[in-house]
Antibody, heavy 119, light 107 residues
Protein backbone atom coordinates (compact mmCIF):
# COMPACT_ATOMS: atom_id res chain seq x y z
CA UNK A 1 0.00 0.00 0.00
CA UNK A 2 1.55 3.26 -1.13
CA UNK A 3 1.63 6.05 1.44
CA UNK A 4 2.64 9.67 1.05
CA UNK A 5 3.60 12.00 3.90
CA UNK A 6 4.22 15.73 3.68
CA UNK A 7 6.72 17.43 5.96
CA UNK A 8 8.12 20.90 6.42
CA UNK A 9 7.74 24.13 8.38
CA UNK A 10 4.21 25.08 9.32
CA UNK A 11 5.02 28.78 9.46
CA UNK A 12 6.84 30.82 6.82
CA UNK A 13 7.48 34.55 6.82
CA UNK A 14 6.27 36.73 3.94
CA UNK A 15 8.76 37.05 1.06
CA UNK A 16 10.56 33.88 2.13
CA UNK A 17 10.57 30.48 0.44
CA UNK A 18 8.17 27.72 1.40
CA UNK A 19 9.83 24.29 1.31
CA UNK A 20 7.99 20.99 1.66
CA UNK A 21 8.98 17.38 1.18
CA UNK A 22 6.81 14.39 0.38
CA UNK A 23 8.12 10.99 1.46
CA UNK A 24 6.77 8.00 -0.44
CA UNK A 25 6.60 4.59 1.23
CA UNK A 26 5.29 1.25 0.02
CA UNK A 27 6.67 1.72 -3.47
CA UNK A 28 9.56 3.21 -5.42
CA UNK A 29 9.25 6.78 -6.66
CA UNK A 30 11.06 5.59 -9.80
CA UNK A 31 8.78 2.68 -10.63
CA UNK A 32 6.33 2.77 -13.51
CA UNK A 33 4.75 5.69 -15.27
CA UNK A 34 4.01 7.82 -12.24
CA UNK A 35 3.71 11.56 -11.82
CA UNK A 36 4.12 13.12 -8.40
CA UNK A 37 2.06 16.22 -7.73
CA UNK A 38 1.64 19.11 -5.32
CA UNK A 39 -1.86 20.49 -4.79
CA UNK A 40 -2.99 23.11 -2.29
CA UNK A 41 -6.22 24.19 -0.62
CA UNK A 42 -6.72 27.46 1.26
CA UNK A 43 -8.96 27.12 4.29
CA UNK A 44 -12.59 26.76 3.30
CA UNK A 45 -11.78 26.99 -0.40
CA UNK A 46 -11.21 24.79 -3.41
CA UNK A 47 -8.21 22.88 -4.70
CA UNK A 48 -5.42 24.27 -6.87
CA UNK A 49 -2.82 22.25 -8.76
CA UNK A 50 0.67 23.62 -8.16
CA UNK A 51 2.65 21.28 -10.36
CA UNK A 52 3.93 17.79 -10.94
CA UNK A 53 7.12 15.89 -11.67
CA UNK A 54 7.69 12.68 -13.58
CA UNK A 55 10.13 10.08 -12.33
CA UNK A 56 12.50 11.19 -15.10
CA UNK A 57 12.55 14.69 -13.61
CA UNK A 58 10.44 16.46 -16.19
CA UNK A 59 7.99 18.95 -14.69
CA UNK A 60 4.72 20.74 -15.37
CA UNK A 61 3.88 23.87 -13.39
CA UNK A 62 0.64 25.82 -13.08
CA UNK A 63 1.24 28.98 -15.17
CA UNK A 64 -0.20 31.08 -12.35
CA UNK A 65 2.63 29.97 -10.05
CA UNK A 66 5.33 28.98 -12.52
CA UNK A 67 7.65 31.89 -11.82
CA UNK A 68 7.82 30.96 -8.13
CA UNK A 69 7.68 27.14 -8.12
CA UNK A 70 10.33 24.44 -8.25
CA UNK A 71 9.51 20.75 -7.86
CA UNK A 72 12.35 18.26 -7.62
CA UNK A 73 12.78 14.56 -6.99
CA UNK A 74 15.31 12.66 -4.86
CA UNK A 75 15.03 9.01 -5.83
CA UNK A 76 17.70 7.95 -3.35
CA UNK A 77 15.44 9.08 -0.50
CA UNK A 78 12.16 8.20 -2.26
CA UNK A 79 11.09 11.83 -1.87
CA UNK A 80 9.99 14.75 -3.95
CA UNK A 81 9.97 18.37 -2.90
CA UNK A 82 8.24 21.70 -3.44
CA UNK A 83 9.80 25.14 -3.20
CA UNK A 84 7.58 28.21 -3.53
CA UNK A 85 9.41 31.51 -3.39
CA UNK A 86 8.35 35.03 -2.42
CA UNK A 87 5.36 33.84 -0.45
CA UNK A 88 2.52 36.06 0.73
CA UNK A 89 -0.50 35.49 2.93
CA UNK A 90 -2.33 34.25 -0.18
CA UNK A 91 -0.08 31.18 -0.13
CA UNK A 92 -1.45 30.10 3.25
CA UNK A 93 -3.08 26.73 2.61
CA UNK A 94 -3.05 23.01 3.27
CA UNK A 95 -0.51 21.52 0.89
CA UNK A 96 -1.04 17.98 -0.39
CA UNK A 97 1.29 15.68 -2.28
CA UNK A 98 -0.25 13.04 -4.52
CA UNK A 99 0.56 10.25 -6.94
CA UNK A 100 -0.95 9.74 -10.35
CA UNK A 101 -0.45 6.90 -12.82
CA UNK A 102 0.23 8.00 -16.39
CA UNK A 103 -2.65 10.19 -17.61
CA UNK A 104 -5.04 9.27 -14.82
CA UNK A 105 -5.99 11.54 -11.90
CA UNK A 106 -4.24 11.08 -8.54
CA UNK A 107 -5.31 8.03 -6.59
CA UNK A 108 -3.03 8.32 -3.56
CA UNK A 109 -2.76 11.50 -1.51
CA UNK A 110 -0.85 12.54 1.57
CA UNK A 111 -2.82 13.71 4.58
CA UNK A 112 -1.87 17.32 3.90
CA UNK A 113 0.14 19.85 5.86
CA UNK A 114 -0.94 23.36 6.82
CA UNK A 115 1.47 26.12 5.93
CA UNK A 116 0.76 29.58 7.28
CA UNK A 117 2.48 32.64 5.86
CA UNK A 118 2.76 35.24 8.57
CA UNK A 119 5.34 37.46 10.20
CA UNK B 1 -7.19 27.29 -18.01
CA UNK B 2 -10.46 25.38 -18.07
CA UNK B 3 -12.99 26.65 -15.56
CA UNK B 4 -15.08 23.95 -13.89
CA UNK B 5 -18.44 25.03 -12.48
CA UNK B 6 -20.36 22.84 -10.04
CA UNK B 7 -23.99 23.08 -9.01
CA UNK B 8 -25.58 23.34 -6.62
CA UNK B 9 -23.17 24.75 -4.05
CA UNK B 10 -25.03 22.92 -1.30
CA UNK B 11 -27.41 19.98 -1.52
CA UNK B 12 -29.57 18.99 1.46
CA UNK B 13 -30.53 15.33 1.35
CA UNK B 14 -32.13 12.91 3.79
CA UNK B 15 -30.29 9.65 4.48
CA UNK B 16 -31.50 6.94 2.13
CA UNK B 17 -32.39 9.40 -0.61
CA UNK B 18 -30.43 9.86 -3.83
CA UNK B 19 -28.42 12.89 -4.92
CA UNK B 20 -27.41 14.31 -8.28
CA UNK B 21 -24.46 16.68 -8.57
CA UNK B 22 -23.60 18.60 -11.72
CA UNK B 23 -20.34 19.80 -13.20
CA UNK B 24 -19.86 21.95 -16.28
CA UNK B 25 -16.55 22.54 -18.07
CA UNK B 26 -15.72 25.80 -19.83
CA UNK B 27 -14.64 23.78 -22.86
CA UNK B 28 -14.65 20.13 -23.82
CA UNK B 29 -12.58 17.91 -21.56
CA UNK B 30 -13.39 14.78 -23.56
CA UNK B 31 -13.72 11.91 -21.06
CA UNK B 32 -11.00 13.19 -18.78
CA UNK B 33 -13.23 14.00 -15.84
CA UNK B 34 -12.90 12.79 -12.26
CA UNK B 35 -14.90 13.16 -9.06
CA UNK B 36 -13.49 13.36 -5.55
CA UNK B 37 -15.04 13.21 -2.09
CA UNK B 38 -13.54 15.24 0.74
CA UNK B 39 -14.44 15.10 4.41
CA UNK B 40 -13.31 17.70 6.97
CA UNK B 41 -9.65 17.41 7.83
CA UNK B 42 -9.03 14.75 5.19
CA UNK B 43 -7.44 14.64 1.77
CA UNK B 44 -9.69 14.25 -1.27
CA UNK B 45 -10.56 10.66 -2.14
CA UNK B 46 -10.83 9.63 -5.78
CA UNK B 47 -14.30 8.27 -6.53
CA UNK B 48 -14.68 8.33 -10.31
CA UNK B 49 -12.30 8.77 -13.25
CA UNK B 50 -12.83 8.70 -16.98
CA UNK B 51 -16.35 10.10 -16.38
CA UNK B 52 -17.80 6.81 -15.16
CA UNK B 53 -15.14 4.37 -13.94
CA UNK B 54 -15.23 3.79 -10.19
CA UNK B 55 -11.89 3.89 -8.39
CA UNK B 56 -10.77 0.90 -6.35
CA UNK B 57 -13.05 0.20 -3.41
CA UNK B 58 -15.73 2.73 -4.32
CA UNK B 59 -19.28 1.43 -3.74
CA UNK B 60 -21.63 0.92 -6.67
CA UNK B 61 -24.02 3.59 -5.35
CA UNK B 62 -21.61 6.16 -6.81
CA UNK B 63 -21.96 6.58 -10.56
CA UNK B 64 -20.81 9.15 -13.09
CA UNK B 65 -22.06 10.15 -16.50
CA UNK B 66 -21.74 12.82 -19.14
CA UNK B 67 -19.45 13.87 -21.95
CA UNK B 68 -17.74 16.91 -23.38
CA UNK B 69 -18.71 19.73 -21.06
CA UNK B 70 -21.60 18.42 -18.94
CA UNK B 71 -21.12 15.80 -16.26
CA UNK B 72 -23.11 14.29 -13.41
CA UNK B 73 -22.26 12.40 -10.25
CA UNK B 74 -25.16 10.37 -8.90
CA UNK B 75 -25.20 8.96 -5.40
CA UNK B 76 -27.92 6.40 -4.82
CA UNK B 77 -29.37 5.97 -1.31
CA UNK B 78 -27.05 8.21 0.70
CA UNK B 79 -25.33 6.65 3.70
CA UNK B 80 -24.14 8.62 6.71
CA UNK B 81 -20.55 8.45 5.47
CA UNK B 82 -21.48 10.08 2.14
CA UNK B 83 -22.15 13.52 3.60
CA UNK B 84 -19.12 15.47 2.45
CA UNK B 85 -17.91 17.92 -0.19
CA UNK B 86 -17.61 16.63 -3.75
CA UNK B 87 -15.28 18.08 -6.38
CA UNK B 88 -15.12 17.48 -10.09
CA UNK B 89 -11.74 17.78 -11.79
CA UNK B 90 -10.65 17.86 -15.42
CA UNK B 91 -7.39 16.28 -16.49
CA UNK B 92 -7.63 16.99 -20.19
CA UNK B 93 -5.71 20.27 -20.33
CA UNK B 94 -2.86 21.50 -18.14
CA UNK B 95 -3.21 22.97 -15.61
CA UNK B 96 -5.65 20.42 -14.34
CA UNK B 97 -8.47 22.24 -12.57
CA UNK B 98 -11.15 21.53 -9.98
CA UNK B 99 -14.67 22.79 -9.54
CA UNK B 100 -15.46 24.81 -6.45
CA UNK B 101 -17.24 21.88 -4.82
CA UNK B 102 -20.75 20.78 -3.85
CA UNK B 103 -21.44 20.21 -0.18
CA UNK B 104 -23.88 17.36 0.45
CA UNK B 105 -25.41 17.92 3.86
CA UNK B 106 -27.96 16.10 5.97
CA UNK B 107 -31.48 17.42 5.56
Amino acid sequence: QVQLQESGPGLVKPSQTLSLTCTVSGGSINSGSYYWSWIRQPAGKGLEWIGRIYSSGSTNYNPSLKSRVTISIDASKNQFSLKLSSVTAADTAVYYCARQFSTLPPDYWGQGTLVTVSS
Amino acid sequence: EIVMTQSPATLSVSPGEGATLSCRAGQSVSSNLAWYQQKPGQAPRLLIYGVSARATGIPARFSGSGSGTEFTLTIGSLQSEDFAVYYCQQYNNWPWTFGQGTKVEIK
